[in-house]
């Protein structure tokens, strides 16, 4: 059984983050069927042992770590719900590479190629190895809860290789912190006043991307855009504008690349309204021409005759989303202004979700950061916003920052097999996403953690897509590791 079958089945199987029961299910019967000892918590987390090949009874137990949830983007025509719908993969040839990606939505090659191979190892007797634990996490995207919650003895290995990483040419030894949380910001309704109009506001046709690795390579964020225009229109038109809803974003660890909302603006403010929505779209398409030149802000005139929220609570939504920052916040001091790798970003937020019940909006706030005392910063700042709007906030993941010893006989050993398959060492790389590294060595001590994985672009974002010509590569890397270690 090759790891691509495996992981065209597990396209087959919805796999969103909070709603893992079914992938888990899959890997308890992937067990059963192999004859492999399996455990699995009350948080879904599934761990499959294999005994050690004949000759490496002896040898040290090595973890192969990846995450069974992925974060489920759609494009906004395509009809798609993330518990149910299922990820329809197309293979295809491009710069001489072979490649898959899905049709209309994310593909969760994030991080299901990485599971596919750790499968694929315990299905093939033929692979020499020490004991094998394959570590399968739930909720990575969005709050690592999981993770958090193993038990100290869920594991017994302390050499882990971590097959969640996206450039293939690369190790990745740091990862950055991250701070997770939800506001949840109340309203009143009222009657729509008298002589007003609807008019429907769009963003969208943005590339969106990952909140990590994605967010300084120029993506608008169109929450943060609808927010600032409705918001201009209020405070710089004085448009006595109402919101009768507003919604963005799919993924809290997903830059948005759409949002929408329905306002009502008084009849004699037409021209001025549309006039300022159409200057918003001018000045979109200049700033982003080069990195983000699909992205469009549209009005549509609506009709309305419901409730509205109130002028307190449409102020209060509009008016936080602009005070929060999204995209790099800090840079190391040793950037380089013309390289868009994340890896020179030392901090960055990201607004990811917005959405609305009858009497509440509810944001999702994502902060990174390699210096700990700065995601908190951001962090506090981002709820003392909130909690003078009178939102409740909660905190979802509080994650340390991972440093690897980078000399590490591990680390060593996964270098020189790059150069012996491959012939090329891969670069030792920070890297601006959260990994749950920072989790594991406060909770498993001694545990050292190499991370690699196959070229995969636009992860969390409809574009998503992975090489699967690197894939094949580091699948052999991965075996030839094995039997080194």
């Not at 948080?43 to 004949?54: L, Y």
């Not at 997770?180 to 006043?193: C, E, F, S, T, V």
């Not at 003392?384 to 939102?391: C, D, H, M, S, V």
Request: hydrophobic fraction near 40%; proline fraction near 5%.
């Amino acid at each position: 059984m090759d790891y691509l079958s495996i992981f065209r089945q597990l396209t087959n199987i919805p796999r969103p983050s909070h709603h893992e029961e079914k992938v888990a299910d899959f890997l308890y019967q992937f067990a059963i069927d192999h004859n492999l000892t399996y455990r699995r918590d009350a948080n879904n987390c599934v761990v499959i042992e294999k005994p050690a090949s004949p000759g490496y009874e002896d040898h040290e137990p090595v973890v192969l770590l990846n995450h069974m949830d992925m974060v489920c983007v759609s494009e906004a025509d395509k009809p798609f719900n993330p518990q149910t719908s299922t990820i329809t993969p197309i293979t295809y040839e491009k710069d001489g590479e072979t490649w898959m990606r899905a049709d209309g939505t994310s593909l969760g090659a994030d991080n299901g190629i990485g599971l596919s191979m750790a499968l694929a190892i315990l299905a093939d007797d033929t692979i020499q190895h020490p004991a094998l634990e394959v570590l399968t996490t739930t909720n990575e995207e969005d709050g690592m809860s999981g993770a958090a919650g193993l038990s100290p003895d869920f594991i017994k290995g302390r050499r882990v290789l971590n097959l969640d990483s996206e450039a293939y040419d690369e190790i990745t030894v740091a990862s950055a912190g991250a701070y997770m949380q939800k506001a949840k910001l109340p309203y009143n309704r009222i009657a729509i006043p008298k002589d007003y109009i609807a008019y429907e506001v769009s963003v969208f046709g943005g590339k969106g991307g990952h909140s990590g690795v994605d967010i300084n390579r120029g993506r608008g964020n169109a929450i943060k855009i609808l927010a600032n225009l409705l918001l201009v229109a209020i405070r710089q038109l004085n448009i006595k504008l109402y919101l009768v809803s507003f919604y963005g974003g799919q993924a809290a660890a997903a830059i948005p690349g759409e949002a929408e909302a329905k306002v009502i603006i008084p009849s004699d403010q037409q021209e001025a309204f549309e006039t300022l929505v159409r200057q918003c779209d001018d000045a979109v398409q200049a700033q982003y021409s080069e990195t983000d030149p699909t992205l469009e802000v549209t009005f549509d005139q609506s009709v309305w005759n419901g409730m509205v929220v109130n002028e307190e609570g449409t102020h209060l939504l509009l008016a936080s989303l602009n005070a929060i920052p999204t995209g790099p916040v800090k840079m190391m001091d040793n950037a380089n202004p013309l390289d868009d790798s994340s890896s020179y970003v030392e901090t960055s937020n990201n607004i990811g979700v917005v959405k609305q019940s009858n009497n509440a909006f509810t944001v999702y706030i994502h902060t990174r950061s390699f210096n700990i005392d700065a995601m908190h910063d951001v962090a506090r700042n981002i709820s003392q916003i909130f909690t003078l709007t009178g939102a409740e906030v909660e905190c979802q993941m509080d994650l340390s920052p991972w440093q690897e010893d980078t000399d590490s006989p591990l680390i060593s050993q996964t270098i020189d097999t790059f150069q012996q398959v491959l012939g090329f060492k891969p670069k030792k790389v920070s890297m601006h996403f959260a990994l749950e590294a920072g989790y594991y060595v406060e909770k498993f001590p001694g545990i050292t953690i190499a991370s690699i994985g196959p070229r995969i672009l636009y992860p969390h974002s409809t574009h998503e897509c992975v090489s699967l010509t690197t894939a094949n590569n580091i699948w052999q890397v991965v075996i030839e590791l094995l039997k080194k270690l």
